[in-house]
């Protein structure tokens, strides 16, 4: 008999009603095959869950694992190794099932190469990392928990400085990786200049800037005290007011009211008066030019016995960099402290704090973050603006 007469003869066996074939026999069959079936399934799902097969694709082994091998998760004084799958994939069967569907989409980036070289991965480094990361906080580093636990530390064992910032975490019962990120893996690096603060504001720029409107900078933006950009004046900071008053090809002409300190060569231009809170940079030159700057008379802040000038000044800028409306800066700023200064206590209100007092307190907790130079200063100008001196609850 033929093969293809066997298959059809079995077919003809599977789809004829069982005459003689007992229930018993039939749910025996059935519950054996669930258990081959089963067997099977279950032995596949645990193969890929090997850091043997996470890494048997380049784009694994040329990049993060090489990572890891120099962390303390590779090796460390106890001898405990964490493997990909420890740290990626959760224990508990529910959760590990939805881990797996979501890892169907690296199968497509791998059929279609979406990080097939090294140059590509360091492109999508940060959008990979923070998607992970967004995963990890969802869950409340489930896999972090995998190994690590609040209730097993031993407090009396670590520093003073751990037990500082764990105790209140694990109160609070914070998610590991809302302070730990780039233990394992190198963290996003970024071209100077470039930050996911300003592709996220670039969408909001103020499409046309137009004579005596009110404006803001959403990055820092370079000055010059001509149309045709020969000589530079400064850079203006984050939340920068300008008042423009004409347009001239790509470039407008501003007026800015700030002040000043009446010390050294008063290049630091700050939003008001005895505030900390810098708006501008100016270049040495233009600085001291009283053609461009012109100071008002001297005012002495009582706090630190120093004299404050009012200053106005007329000077150039290129349309691109800025928003009309300084909500449209507070709004993703107050959404990135939130997200960013909420990991190991509650973050303070904006308000809780002085403009002249939040530069320092800022600074102390900022390396705890993930931050990069940009977001750091919108959000201490977003503090520093939402401050005591500018709340009307104090």
Known sequence: MSIKSLILSFWDTLRTPPATISLGVISIGGFITGIIFWGGFNT?????????????????????????????????????????????????????????????????????????????????????????????????????RNCHDYDSMDWDAMSDEAVFYMQPAAERNVGCIECHKGIAHHLPEREPGTSHIIAQLDGRAASSLKGGEDYFAYKPVKIYENSDMSTPAGTLNLAAKIEVTQASGDMVEFTMTAWRKNKGYGRVLYDDFGMNT????????????????????????????????????????????????????????????????????????????????????????????????IEQELVLTYLQNHSSDHSDAH
């Open 44 to 144: 596949a799902l645990e193969v890929t869950n090997t850091e043997k097969f996470c890494i048997s694709c380049h784009e694994m082994a040329d990049n993060v694992y090489l990572e890891l091998q120099e962390t303390v998760h590779w090796s460390n004084r106890t001898g405990v190794r964490a493997t990909c799958p420890d740290c990626h994939v959760p224990h508990e069967w529910d959760n590990k099932i939805a881990r797996k569907m979501q890892a169907s989409k690296e199968v497509w980036g791998k059929v279609f190469g979406t990080i097939n070289t090294r140059e590509k991965f360091l492109e999508k480094r940060e959008e990979l990392a923070r998607h992970e990361w967004a995963r990890l906080e969802a869950n409340n580093s489930l896999e972090c």
């Open 278 to 373: 810098r708006v501008a940079v100016l270049e040495r030159e233009t600085a001291q030019d009283e053609e461009i700057v012109t100071a008002g008379t001297p005012q002495m802040d009582d706090n630190t016995g120093l004299d404050w000038s009012e200053v106005k000044l007329s000077l150039w800028a290129p349309k691109s960099g800025f928003v009309a409306d300084p909500s449209q800066l507070w709004e993703v700023a107050e959404a990135s402290y939130a997200e960013s200064c909420s990991g190991c206590h509650a973050q303070p209100d904006p308000d809780h704090f002085s403009t002249n007092a939040w530069p320092a307190l800022f600074s102390g907790m900022v390396g705890f973050t993930n931050m990069d130079p």
